[in-house]
């Protein structure tokens, strides 16, 4: 009893889009862990009721002709909760008008039309080719960058303009690039699984992902090294080994294994907890790496 009450919650958690939601909060967290500065009760909302939304979006607007077939437990989900899926959504808009208009300032209002416009054009199909209706994602080799692009943006990019436009911090153009630079490896790296596990339906649907053009060996290597990139973006351009470069480090390492392990046959839990997890455990280890050094001090 217990136990199919615990699988009805995480399945809510995880196919309601709110767990991915909380995974956006964790990042923009890490930016202001890694900036020391106060996070934004505002900024954190919008990043939380944006990804929710566009997420229900992307499963919306790509709904299958008979969706309780799907061999996907996800899609069988959410179209069997229909109506919570629709309420989540018209929520998270009524959330966001507020939250752009009353408290975020004019240059981060701006980024996040521009990114909230790619997010969408993702998957609406406003593009013709070969007299096809196609969306950004069909475009070769553009989906995981594409991704990749709008998270960094949101939870790297949205935290420092709109720090700098309270005038409570100063970035450096340098280090803004870098905080982008490996949030996007990141980001990249937790993606292409999803990519693999989808490696056959991408096909059917003639989507160029990496694993498609690349092959799965190929794909689980390219993982690896974007992480390889990452890891050596952090060594060569920190000064010192502090705190949040082990916090960082450690979390690398865990999601070099979690892919690792990852392969076609892993079920949706798998994916959906564990890879996007990695994004607010990343959170995690940074505060209770944080936490270890004064207590120790």
């Not at 500065?37 to 919008?46: N, Y």
């Not at 499963?59 to 989900?77: G, Y």
């Not at 700098?164 to 993606?191: G, N």
């Amino acid at each position: 009893m217990l136990k199919k009450l615990g699988l009805s919650i995480l399945d809510f958690l995880l196919f309601s889009n709110f767990f991915i939601a909380i995974c956006a909060v964790a990042q923009g967290l890490v930016t202001y862990h890694l900036l020391g500065a106060k996070p934004s009760e505002h900024v954190l909302a919008f990043l939380f009721f944006s990804t929710l939304l566009i997420y229900n979006l992307a499963v919306l607007l790509a709904k299958p002709k008979e969706p309780q077939k799907s061999p996907f437990k996800r899609v069988r989900w959410i179209f069997a909760h229909h109506r919570l899926t629709i309420s989540t959504t018209l929520i998270s808009v009524l959330c966001l008008i507020p939250l752009g208009l009353l408290y975020l300032s004019f240059e981060s209002k701006l980024l996040m039309i521009f990114v909230g416009l790619l997010a969408i054009a993702y998957n609406i199909p406003f593009l013709t080719l070969n007299n096809k209706k196609i969306g950004l994602r069909n475009i070769p080799g553009i989906k995981l960058f594409l991704i990749a692009f709008v998270w960094a943006s949101s939870c790297v990019l949205l935290p420092i303009v709109e720090l700098e436009s309270m005038h409570q911090i100063q970035v450096p153009l340098s280090e803004t690039v870098l905080l982008l630079a490996k949030r996007f490896l990141f980001v990249c790296a937790i993606t292409v699984p999803f990519d693999i596990r989808d490696l056959f339906q991408d096909k059917l649907y003639e989507l160029k992902t990496i694993p498609v053009v690349l092959g799965e060996k190929k794909a689980w290597i390219f993982c690896q090294a974007l992480l390889g990139i990452y890891l050596l973006l952090l060594v060569l351009f920190t000064k010192g080994i502090n705190i949040d470069v082990i916090g960082l480090t450690l979390t690398v390492i865990l999601t070099g294994w979690l892919i690792f392990k990852s392969n076609i046959k892993r079920n949706e839990y798998f994916y959906f907890f564990y890879l996007d997890g990695t994004m607010l455990l990343q959170y995690a280890i940074l505060v209770l790496c944080s936490w270890m050094s004064v207590a120790l001090a």
